[in-house]
C-alpha cells in the first residue's frame, strides 16, 4: 500500500528521524587521590579556640531584669524594715491604746464624714488621713477615741461599716502597741482580711474545687469503709477460726479422755497383774527363805548326825581297846 495521496500533515508522521550527531570519543580523566584528614593539619591553626560570647534570648534577659529589679526591691524593703520605727514618727501622736485604723476608706471620703460616722460609737479627739506625696489619700486613716471603752465598741460594730458604697476594716493601733509589727508595704500586715464578693468565673472554680473535695472526701470515706468491713470480715473469720480451733482442741481433749478412760480398766488391769507378780515374787522370795533355812536345818542335822556317827565310832574303839588292854591283863 502506498502512501501516495495521503495528506502532507500525515506523511510527516511517517518520515525517518535525522541521523544522531557525531561526538567525539570521551577521555578518560586521571582519577584524585582521596587521603584522610592529616594530610591538611598543617594549615590547621594552633593558636586555641576564643571565648564564647554569652548570648540570652530575649525571655532570658526579661526574667532577669525582672529578678534584678526584685532583688533590688527587696534590698531596699530590708534597709526600710531596718530603719522601721513607728514611734519615731511625727505624725503618729496620742495615745494608741486609744488609736482606731479603718482601712478601705473610699478616696471621696473626707475626714469630717469619717469622723461624723464614727461618732457613734463615742467623743473622737482626732482624725488623721494618710495621703501619698501628691496629696491624694491612700484609703485609711487613724481615729482617736477619748475612751478606751469607745474604741472598744467601734472595734467590735464599727468593722464592715459602708460608708459612700464601701464597706471599711477597722482594727486597732498594731504598729506602737505590737512589738515586730510591720505594715503591709514592709511584709506584714493581717493578712487579705474581709474579701469581697468573687467572680464568676473564681466562683465555678471554687464550686468545681469544692466538688471534686467532696467527691475525693466521698470515694475515701468509701475506701476507709471498705477497709474497715475488710478488717471487721478478717477479724470475724480470725474468730471463726479460733472458735474452730478451740472446738477441735475441745474434741480432742474429749477423745483423749475417752481413751484414758479406755485405758483405765487395762491399766487397773497392768496393775493387778503387776501387783500379783509381786505376790508371786515375795511368795517365791519366802520359798527361797524357806529352802535356804530348811538346807540349813538339813546341814546341822547332817553335822548331828556325822558326830553321832563320830562318837560312836570313838565309843566301839574305847570299847574295843578296854576289851584288848583286859586281855592282855588276863594273859
Known amino acids: 500500500m502506498s502512501a501516495q495521496g495521503l495528506p502532507a500533515h500525515i506523511l510527516a508522521l511517517f518520515t525517518p528521524r535525522p541521523p544522531p550527531q557525531h561526538l567525539p570519543p570521551q577521555v578518560k580523566k586521571k582519577d584524585i587521590r582521596l587521603g584522610g584528614c592529616a594530610d591538611f593539619v598543617e594549615f590547621y591553626s594552633s593558636e586555641p579556640n576564643p571565648e564564647r560570647e554569652p548570648w540570652e534570648s530575649p525571655l532570658e534577659r526579661k526574667a532577669r531584669r525582672h529578678a534584678e529589679k526584685l532583688q533590688s526591691h527587696k534590698d531596699a524593703q530590708k534597709e526600710t524594715i531596718a530603719n522601721y520605727d513607728p514611734h519615731k514618727d511625727s505624725n503618729a501622736t496620742g495615745d494608741p491604746f486609744k488609736t482606731l485604723f479603718v482601712g478601705r476608706i473610699s478616696f471621696d471620703t473626707t475626714e469630717k464624714k469619717l469622723k461624723r460616722e464614727f461618732e457613734v460609737f463615742g467623743s473622737i479627739n482626732k482624725v488623721r488621713m494618710v495621703y501619698d506625696t501628691k496629696g491624694k489619700p491612700r484609703g485609711y486613716a487613724f481615729i482617736e477615741f477619748e475612751h ?29 502597741t505590737v512589738e515586730g509589727w510591720l505594715p503591709r508595704r514592709l511584709g506584714g500586715g493581717r493578712g487579705p482580711g474581709r474579701q469581697g464578693k468573687p467572680s464568676k468565673k473564681k466562683q465555678k472554680k471554687l ?37 474452730k480451733d478451740k472446738e477441735k482442741e475441745k474434741v480432742k481433749d474429749k477423745e483423749k479422755e475417752k481413751e484414758k478412760e479406755k485405758e483405765k480398766p487395762k491399766e487397773k488391769v497392768k496393775e493387778k497383774e503387776k501387783e500379783k507378780e509381786k505376790e508371786k515374787e515375795k511368795d517365791k522370795e519366802k520359798d527361797r527363805k524357806k529352802d535356804r533355812v530348811e538346807e540349813k536345818d538339813r546341814g546341822v542335822d547332817k553335822e548331828k548326825d556325822k558326830d553321832r556317827k563320830r562318837e560312836r565310832s570313838r565309843s566301839r574303839d574305847r570299847g574295843d581297846e578296854g576289851r584288848k588292854k583286859k586281855s592282855r591283863r588276863d594273859d
Request: hydrophobic letters at 20%; zero cysteines.
Open 148 to 176: 478606751e471603752r469607745d474604741l472598744k465598741n467601734a472595734y467590735k460594730q464599727g468593722d464592715g461599716k459602708k460608708i459612700d458604697g464601701r464597706r471599711v476594716m477597722v482594727d486597732v493601733e498594731r504598729g506602737r
Open 207 to 243: 464550686a468545681e474545687a469544692t466538688d471534686k473535695a467532696i467527691e475525693r472526701e466521698k470515694a475515701e470515706a468509701k475506701s476507709d469503709k471498705k477497709r474497715d468491713e475488710k478488717k471487721k470480715d478478717d477479724k470475724k473469720e480470725d474468730r471463726k477460726e479460733k472458735e
